[in-house]
């Protein structure tokens, strides 16, 4: 597949003036909407090298966001290949050229990267002013998930255990408030909104006395039509809630009567039966045959549907309506609480999430004014890139840091929507028709605010050329977000305005065989499930585009979109099995049975006397036990005597792993697998656990397992991720068995993992979701898995006021009990169903603006798939289907049976054979063809076998002592180490040791002394006279005859590094390395030097020098072969008395 060539050139183009403008008009700050594919990234590298070029900024001052770090990568690249491009150039002044030659030294001056990112180097600037501890560090959004659930849990073991009188409000209401995760989780997530709560009376008791009792009089009409036994196709929706509210009422009640008064908890319970009954938007539709008599089902019918509708009084729809408003600033008074509390411990304890650094920055820029200021010089030109998916506080740091403060900290905060930026300090770049990250706080609302003033105070261009797609593309796009299901032509409150995609016509001589245009796919015409039709459509795809593979094109030209997450793993299946290459992107961690069951086995390692994890793993995907052998194994257990020859008289417990004796007390399969399980155990507690994991993964066998399944290249790829998590952990201290056992539960449940076997490999099928394809492009589009997502229930809403207020409101709810089912309501503001039809037409516009980020991804080929059943709603791809249909061509895509996998027939010793061949390589693989030893190892040994008369050495090299003596530091290892390297500098003429005068080199050799022996530790314990020892002693060799020699040589080396092989005396070769002090080369040869700080006074020194004159042996012979030239002398030289024996 080929890239499109286009024939205009750029002064043609028809927003030529706005790209000018860009690269030219550096003093004023500008907004570009740019549109899809029209080449913004270029724009924005090409304004940075402008501002280069012409000297308005160094890149030390220039910012550059981005919404994703490979973006930040990739602008990265281009900013300095176009820096290196430009000064290649002719075109150039001196004056230029030499800011562009320095730019490209200073390259990484310039901040390029996430926002995130930013915030964190503006908060370390200024950690103090912040309220911030200089070293706090981010948190991963898998780490923020298990800190705010472990907050969460903490948060109310408190109000348990202080008795909090909180509590008893949520008792009377009837709500755990363990069930506000929710509500706590979103709150947390935005700290820049308030959420307004307000004082409602509970709903009137008069009423309700009302309402209750029409409520029990339907019931026991209910009752009286309910069948004693279910139906034979099971019971209907109605019947099932109302056999759970009669039951309910038996069990706990609510009273009866209009003379009985409720209290608190009957009216909680009054309250969540009439949510349980609450019908649908139809209403409730029995089947009327599952009922005893039909009329009698219609009347229940008919009444329970009249208790929600219009009445004499509140009906129960709005008594509820009423309820959820009474309880909701209990419930939101109680998660503000806790978020605010969860922030601070933030704070104090320095680890910030994503969503702090945001907020925080924030904080500091509007309250700080001279901190805004001093950072607003240092980073003095910013440039956002997709800002139309900008969280609305990266809005508030980027006007506050572009803008000068006014006053000081005593003048209050500044509000941002009141600031003007410098000009030319403020370049951002989006399009409002790719706003899709709502769900990440992206608000189109607050995009219209900012573009409004950028016309106050700078410019707004816009960007309209298409240089990625091809005309047909074009065409389409244009045809259908122009029309009523499209863009308006002027901006709405929840819409952008519709801009023209202006493709360019494709050069002439283009190759014909590469397809181009739009066509749709019709799906599922025999297949009526959603599943059937899905896997039905993945593999045409898959046949589709093997084919085409197989016929010249490359895997890499081919994307495959899906609207949600879920079904990308279907789609992986199908093009697995047809063997094209593929890599998946946001679907999470692929968990096969085998990290699941390890997950188990780990269990069992860490309880090992925990019956029920035994059992577990004893019956799972690794021991394949069914509970029969396990019954058999407990019945052989008890008729069986305990071994005479043990201690105990008692039997161990039936699934006990740490028992030790299982092979010999029964012999049943059960505990055969125990003793194995025992073994491993054993080794578990031996082990770290990263050593065991890699040791149980091999024993089993499952990586190859894993890469021989279904998805087999994700599932393997999922447990190098987990192996790889559990070694990460090891290496922070945390080599427990019960920290890997959390490591893989966390890898598991990473959100955001991708984990392919081949990581890097760039030739494939890219397949993801639509949220994940958002500036991304290839050849051939397709957009797969039509099938409409069910509707989902609007839990929040955001409105943002003219004065720059926001405010949340939430729908708090608990899930349902079936996933097809809606959320259940707990609390909710009044009028909420204002702001959930409010928050409804937001999401639809942002519909639409997905459908247009999935229409403009293409190069050359567009592919809409379309469901197709006439009992199914229209596809998720909505009108591009149709269009596509209309304005390129109906394509049914052909089926292919994929490619049979090879049969492989062995008999079990066969197999058995083949494991022992693969172990017996395994080990010939893990023997070491050579063995690395120390020169100074080898000379002691050597040593001591001459001592005593050839036979073995008496004992194994000792190093040295750190100190040779508590009371005299001028011995030992750390002494003769700082001897070693003053004389080293020295030898490297570091400024003395010629001929300076003795003033000026004492003065050297007390810096340099004073540094080393700080460094090693001793000037803490000994003291500073132990300077003017060291220097006495390094001065006393310099002034020696050795050192006018070393200063006469033709060629000098200190402390130099060898290895050289020689045979081994173990079997295998040795490689011996080591490092000679001083070696200098006179006219006749090499003289090596081996510096010894010990005293010869004391005892042993003849056995030791001995062992001195070996290891230079061995240094010269290494030398020798080494530089190819002869050691003509060798000498040890003792630097405390200045004696030396040489030879």
Known sequence: MTVLEFKLPEDRLPDAGARKAIREDLETNILVEAGAGSGKTTALVGRMVRLVVTGT????????????????????????????????????????????????????????????????????????????????????????????????????????????????????????????????????????????????????????????????????????????????????????????????????????????????PRRAALFAALARLRPGKNGHRPTLNRWLAREGAKKVRDGFNALYRDRDGPNAAELLEHWYAYRYKLCMDLVVKAAAEFAELRRRTGR?????????????????????????????????????????????????????????????????????????????????????????????????????????????????????????????????????????????????????????????????????????????????????????????????????????????????????????????????????????????????????????????????????????????????LDYLALVRHRIALAETEPPPDTASTRLPDPFDVTYRGWGEVVGTDAAAALKTLHGWWKRSIAEPADVFLGFLVRELGLLPHAASSELGSQRAGGLAFVLDAVRTLACQGDASLLGARDAVAAAMGGREVDAPLEPGREDLVRLMNLHQAKGLEADVIVLADPFPPGRHDITFHCARSRDGRAVGYLRISEPSAMWYRPSVPLAHPRDWKKYEDRERRFEKAEKVRLLYVAATRAKNQLAVTRWRSPKKKDSVWGFLGPASAKLGEVRELPRKHPPSRGEVELSPEEAMNRVERAARALRDAARPTYEGRQATEIAMEEAEVAANDGGPPAGGYEEPSLFADASEPHRGKVWGLAVHSLLATAAEGAGFGSDEDDEAREEVLEEEAETLLEANGLLARFGDELIEDLCHEVSAVLESRLWERVRASRQVFTEAAFEVPRPGSRGVPEIVHGSVDLAFLEDDGWVLVDYKSDDRRTDGFARRAGKYRRQLELYADAWERASGEPVRERMLYFTLDGGKVAW
């Open 57 to 264: 900024a160094e890149t030390r001052e220039i910012s550059a966001v981005t919404f994703t770090r490979k973006a930040a990568a990739e602008l990265r690249e281009r900013f300095h290949n176009e820096l290196e491009t430009t000064l290649a150039s002719d075109e150039l002044t001196d004056e230029e050229r030499v800011r562009v030659d320095k730019a490209l030294t200073e390259v990484h001056d310039a901040f390029l990267g996430t926002i995130h990112a930013f915030c964190a180097r503006l908060l370390k600037e200024r950690a103090v002013e912040a309220g911030l501890d200089p070293s706090f560090e981010p948190v991963t959004e898998d780490d923020e998930v298990t800190m705010r659930s472990h907050y969460w849990h903490d948060f109310l073991d408190r109000l348990v255990c202080d008795s909090d009188p909180v509590l008893e409000g949520f008792m009377e209401i009837g709500i755990e408030p363990s069930k506000l995760y929710g509500a706590f989780e979103r709150v947390v997530d935005n700290p820049d909104l308030d959420f307004p709560t307000e004082v409602v009376d509970p709903p009137c008791d008069e009423d309700l006395l009302r309402l209750r009792t029409e409520l029990d009089r339907l019931l026991d009409l209910a009752e009286r039509y309910l069948p004693t036994e279910e139906p034979q196709k099971g019971w209907d929706s109605l019947q099932k809630k109302v056999r759970e509210t009669l039951y309910r009422r038996a069990v706990r009640g609510w009273g009866g009567g209009l003379d009985d008064e409720i209290d608190a």
């Open 352 to 624: 910030l999430t994503y969503a702090d650094l945001l907020s925080l920055t924030a904080k500091l820029l509007r309250e700080r004014p001279r901190a805004r200021r001093d950072l607003g010089l240092r980073y003095r030109r910013l440039l956002i890139d997709e800002f139309q998916d900008t969280d609305p506080l990266q809005a508030e740091i980027a006007f506050l840091l572009a803008s000068e403060p006014e006053g000081d900290e005593r003048s209050g905060p500044r509000e941002w929507h009141r600031t003007t930026p410098r000009p030319g300090a403020l370049f951002v770049v989006g399009d409002p028709k790719q706003s899709i990250y709502r769900f990440r706080r992206a608000d189109i609302e607050l995009y219209k605010e900012v573009r409004a003033k950028f016309e106050r105070f700078g410019r707004t261009l816009l960007l309209t050329t298409n240089f990625r797609s091809c005309p047909p593309i074009g065409a389409l796009v244009n045809s259908v977000f122009a029309g009523p299901e499209g863009f308006p032509p002027e901006a709405t409150e929840e819409q952008a305005a519709f801009a023209s995609l202006d493709t360019l016509p494709c050069s002439d001589g283009m190759d014909p065989s590469h397809e181009h245009g739009v066509f749709m796919s019709p799906v599922g015409r025999t297949a009526e499930k959603k599943e059937d039709g899905r896997r039905d459509e993945a593999r045409r795809i898959a046949s589709w585009i093997a084919e085409r593979i197989s016929q010249g094109s490359s895997p890499g030209s081919f994307m495959v979109l899906t609207y949600r997450k879920p079904p990308l793993k279907t789609y992986a299946a199908a093009l697995e099995s047809h063997r094209v290459p593929y890599q998946v992107t946001g679907s999470g961690l692929t968990a096969g049975p085998e990290l699941t069951e390890l997950r188990i086995l780990l269990d069992c390692m860490a309880d090992p006397s925990n019956p029920v994890c035994v059992v577990a793993a004893l019956t799972g995907y690794f021991f394949g």
